[in-house]
C-alpha cells in the first residue's frame, strides 16, 4: 500500500519531532511493506513569516491532496503580538475547521515507568488510560455572532456564541460510542445541562444515540464535578465525550495527570477517517533547535495516524510496542528522566524507537 | 453591634449544617459582644416543595432586608425530573443574579493535618492556599439569546450566549486585585484570548486595571493551561480571577485538589459587601439526615460571613482558629477521618468548634 502524508512541522521544536516521525514512518515502511510519499507544509508562525497568513492556501491544497497530517506544534512569543487574525494558533482552528476535523481523540495513557512523574499518588494514577473525545470544529471555538461591539453608553462588550446543531452532537456522539466499543464499554458524556440549553440538547441526543449502542455504558457528568473527578479519582472513566470548550479544558488537565506531557499524542478526524495527527504538548520555543525535546508523543500520534486514517493496526501496534520497549530500557529524554538519569537527545531517542521497531 | 442573617437551609444535609452555623453565630456573639437577628427561607427543592418554585419572592425579600445569607445546599435527584426552570439550581442562579452577588471567592485551602486525603503527592499540595475569584453573575450563565431553536430541515439547535461588558470585568477585576492586595500581591487572571473575542476585551481590561494596582504582579494564563497548572503545581497561585464558566470548573478542580471538599467555604459578595455564604460541597441526599455530614465548611462559611459582609474580622479570625484547633485536637468527621480513626457527629463537630472558640 502507498500513502501520501503531509508533514507539517511548525514552531519551536515542531521541526525536530516531525523529523523524527518522518524517520519512524521510513522505518515502518520498511517493516511493514509499505509505502509512503511525503509533502511539506507551512503551518502557524513559520507560514506567517514565509507569507504572511498563519494557513496558506496551499497548505489546505496540500492537506486535501494527503492521506493523513502529521502536525509538529504551532506558536510562539514571537507571533503574540501580531492582531488575532494573524496569530499561529488561527492556523491551527482553521485548518482544523476547513477540513472538516470534528473529532479530537486525546488519550490520556500512563506509562508504568513514568508513573513516578505524576504529581498524584501512585495508586490514584497508575494505570491510567482514558480517551477524551472533544469536538473540534463546533460550539463558542466558532459560534457567531461574536466580536468585540459597542454599547450606547460608549463602552464596550465581548460575545461569543456556544452553538451545536443536532447533526453535530450526533456526529462527535458516534465517534464517543464507536470508540468505546472498541475500549471498554463505558461512555461519560460531559456537560453542563444544569445551566446550558447546549447542553440540555446534547444530553438529549447521547441519551438517543444510547439506545443504538445497548453494550454502551452510558453516563453523564456536569463539566466541574468532570474536572474534580479527574483529580479525585480519574481511572473511573475509559471514554469521555465533550463539546470543545468543555474538552479543550478537561483534556489538558487529563494529559497532566500523567505528569508527562511529552508522550501524549492526539488525533483530529473527520467523517471519512482523514486526520491530522500532533503530540499534545506546544512547540517549547525555549528548547527549540537544541535536540533536547522528547519526540515520544509524535512517535505516539504516528502511531495513531496508522491506526485511524490508514487502517495499519498492525503497524500501530508495532509503533507502541516499540515506544514502550524504549521506556522499559530505561531510554529517557529530558522532560521524562529523574534527576541525575543520563538523557538522550531527540534524535537519539527518534533512533532507539526505529531500533525497538 | 446587631446584625440580622438570613438562614437557607436548603435541602439534603442543608438543614443539619445550618444549624450549626447557627448555634456558631450565637456562640460568636457572646464572646464578642455581637447581637444576631435570624430569619428563615426556602430555597431550591424544599421550595418547589412548598410554593411550586424554587426561589420565592419571599426569600429574596428577606435576603434584601438581611445583611448577610447563610446557604446550606441546594438540589437533589428528588427534583430532577421536573422541567429546567423548575430546578433546584435555578434558585441558586436566580438569588445571585437578583441580589447582584457577582464576586464568588472560593478559597482553596489545605489544612496541615488534613494534607494526606488529597490525590496529589503531599509535596506537591502541603501548604496550599490559593484563592479563585469567580464572577457570577455574567457571561454564558445568563446571556442572551438562549435557547433550542428549529432549522430550516426540523432538526435542532442549542445556543447560549457568553457576553461581558466591560463595566462588569472591570468590577470583578477590581475584586481581583483588592483580594490580591490583601495576601500575596499575586493575581492571576484567567482567560482564552487566543479564541474567544469575550476574553480579549477581559484581557485588554485586567491590563488596563493593573496599571492602577502596581503593587500587585499581574499574570495571564489560558484555562487550558490554568487547569493543567492546577494539577501541576497548584502552590504557584495565590489569587486567580475569571469569568463564570472557567470559574464554575477550575474552582472546582482546585477544591478536590485539597481532597476534603467537606472543609471549604465560599463567599458571593455584591458592590456592597452583602453577600451570600455556603460550603462548596453539595446537599449530599444520601446521608441527609444522618449526622454524618462535616459542618466545617458551612462553620469557615460563618468565618467568611463575618469578614466580608459584617467587617468582624477578629470574630472571623476566632472562627478560623476555632476550625484549625480543632484539627489540630484530631477530631474528624467521616469525609476526612482516616480509616478506623473515631468519627464525631455533624452536632458533636460544631459542639467541639463552639468550645474551641
Ligand atoms: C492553541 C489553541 C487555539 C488550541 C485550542 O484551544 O483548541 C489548543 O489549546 C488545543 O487544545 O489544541
Ligand atoms: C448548581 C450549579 C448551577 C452551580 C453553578 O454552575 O454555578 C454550581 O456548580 C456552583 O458552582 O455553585
Chains 1, 2 share one sequence.
Not at 93 to 119: Q, V
Amino acid at each position: 500500500m502507498s500513502y501520501r502524508i503531509l508533514l507539517l512541522p511548525g514552531d519551536g521544536i515542531g521541526p525536530e519531532i516531525v523529523a523524527e516521525g518522518e524517520k519512524l514512518l521510513a522505518a515502518v515502511a520498511e517493516k511493514y511493506a509499505l509505502e509512503f510519499t511525503f509533502s511539506r507544509g507551512l503551518l502557524g508562525g513559520c507560514a506567517i513569516d514565509a507569507t504572511g497568513t498563519p494557513l496558506p492556501d496551499e497548505t489546505l491544497a496540500l492537506a486535501r491532496d494527503a492521506d493523513a497530517v502529521l502536525l509538529g506544534a504551532v506558536g510562539g512569543a514571537k507571533w503574540d503580538v501580531g492582531p488575532a487574525h494573524l496569530r499561529p494558533e488561527r492556523g491551527l482552528l482553521g485548518i482544523r475547521k476547513a477540513l472538516g476535523l470534528y473529532a479530537n481523540l486525546r488519550p490520556a495513557l500512563l506509562f508504568p515507568e513514568l508513573a513516578g512523574a505524576s504529581t498524584l499518588k501512585p495508586e490514584v494514577v497508575a494505570g491510567l488510560d482514558i480517551v477524551i473525545i472533544r469536538e473540534l470544529t463546533g460550539g463558542i471555538y466558532f459560534g457567531e455572532p461574536r466580536g468585540v461591539g459597542t454599547l450606547p453608553d460608549g463602552s464596550r462588550e465581548g460575545r461569543n456564541t456556544m452553538v451545536y446543531s443536532e447533526a453535530e452532537i450526533e456526529r462527535i456522539g458516534r465517534t464517543g460510542f464507536d470508540i468505546a466499543r472498541r475500549r471498554g464499554h463505558r461512555l461519560c458524556s460531559v456537560d453542563k445541562a444544569n445551566v446550558l440549553e447546549t447542553s440540555q440538547l446534547w444530553r438529549e441526543v447521547m441519551i438517543r444515540l444510547g439506545s443504538e449502542y445497548p453494550d454502551v455504558d452510558l453516563s453523564h457528568m456536569y463539566v466541574d464535578n468532570a474536572a474534580m473527578q479527574l483529580v479525585r479519582a480519574p481511572k473511573q472513566f475509559d471514554v469521555v465525550v465533550t463539546e470543545n470548550l468543555f474538552g479543550d479544558i478537561l483534556s489538558d488537565c487529563a494529559a497532566m495527570l500523567t505528569g508527562s506531557i511529552g508522550m501524549l499524542p492526539s488525533a483530529s478526524l473527520n467523517q471519512t477517517g482523514f486526520g491530522m495527527y500532533e503530540p499534545v504538548h506546544g512547540s517549547a520555543p525555549d528548547i527549540a533547535g537544541q535536540q533536547k525535546a522528547n519526540p515520544l508523543a509524535t512517535l505516539l500520534s504516528v502511531a495513531m495516524l496508522l491506526r485511524y486514517s490508514l487502517g495499519e493496526a498492525a503497524a500501530a501496534d508495532g509503533v507502541e510496542n516499540a515506544v514502550a520497549a524504549v521506556l522499559r530500557q530505561g531510554l529517557r529524554t529530558a522532560d521524562i528522566a529523574v534527576a541525575g538519569e543520563p538523557v538522550l537527545s531527540t534524535v537519539a531517542m527518534g533512533d532507539a524507537v526505529v531500533a525497538a521497531l
